[in-house]
């Protein structure tokens, strides 16, 4: 069965700082990894995932997240952060014909 | 295109009553999901279904919940009846490629059971 950890349930930046929400996984197969984003009264979008290849992935507005099969972790980044970031950030990680989500991570800017 | 599209986005009802959520996946998609959103359990898989039949209903809370996909536009989520621990926000789902492939959600039902 996967699990999947959020380390984080609120992270508080300032606008323009970088940013980084944790994630790590566990599963005993190989496994696809998502990030997806909430923004207030919507539903989730997918942000950016990690089927296979380069371990680094890039989403269109600046977001980008390493898996690190090693250390099961699939931590989501951005270099400096904006204001319409604001949102909750969910890691889900996909094996064995089951898709399982974290907890979410909070995120909110503050100008 | 049309997303992923729900209805009510708002139900307000009494414990006891039931309650009828409705979904109409994406065109084309062979998946649709039914999940649970609340600030104590976070996002919950109720139940998946691929290609209108229920490949996945672990996640159902118990008898009272039930859900139906009569056809590929189509699936409801019934809960009969109603309790004040069922309040949450309800998200169905669909995708082209199962637990594989992207999920696209609507934009919820929040349901408050007074």
């Known amino acids: 069965a996967q699990s999947v950890t959020q380390l984080d349930s609120q992270v508080p930046v300032f606008e323009e700082a970088p940013v980084e929400l944790r994630c790590n996984y566990s599963?005993?197969?190989?496994?696809?990894l998502f990030w997806y984003v909430q923004y207030p009264n919507q539903g989730l979008q997918l942000l950016l995932k990690?089927?296979?290849?380069?371990?680094l992935v890039e989403s269109i507005n600046g977001f980008e997240a390493e898996f690190n099969k090693s250390q099961t972790s699939f931590h989501l980044r951005k270099p400096s952060v904006h204001i319409s970031d604001t949102a909750e950030y969910f890691c889900?990680?996909?094996?064995?014909?089951?898709?399982?989500f974290g907890q979410g991570t909070r995120l909110t800017i503050n100008p | 295109d049309a997303g992923v599209i729900q209805s009510p986005r708002h139900e307000v009802t009494e414990m006891g009553q039931e309650v009828t959520l409705r979904c109409k996946p994406i065109?084309?998609?062979?998946?649709l999901f039914w999940y649970r959103q609340t600030m104590m359990r976070g996002l919950e898989l109720l139940i998946y279904?691929?290609?209108?039949?229920?490949?996945?209903d672990s996640g159902m809370p118990e008898d009272r919940f039930s859900a139906k996909m009569p056809n590929a536009s189509f699936s409801t989520l019934k809960i009969q009846p109603s309790e004040p621990r069922d309040s949450a926000v309800y998200f169905c789902?669909?995708?082209?490629?199962?637990?594989?492939?992207?999920?696209?959600f609507g934009e919820g039902s929040r349901l408050t059971v007074l």
């Open positions: 789902a669909s995708s082209l490629r199962g637990v594989a492939g992207e999920l696209f």
């Open positions: 599963s005993s197969v190989s496994v696809y």
């Open positions: 990690y089927l296979s290849g380069s371990t």
């Open positions: 889900a990680v996909q094996g064995a014909q089951k898709l399982v």
């Open positions: 065109s084309g998609h062979n998946s």
């Open positions: 279904f691929n290609n209108n039949v229920p490949i996945d």
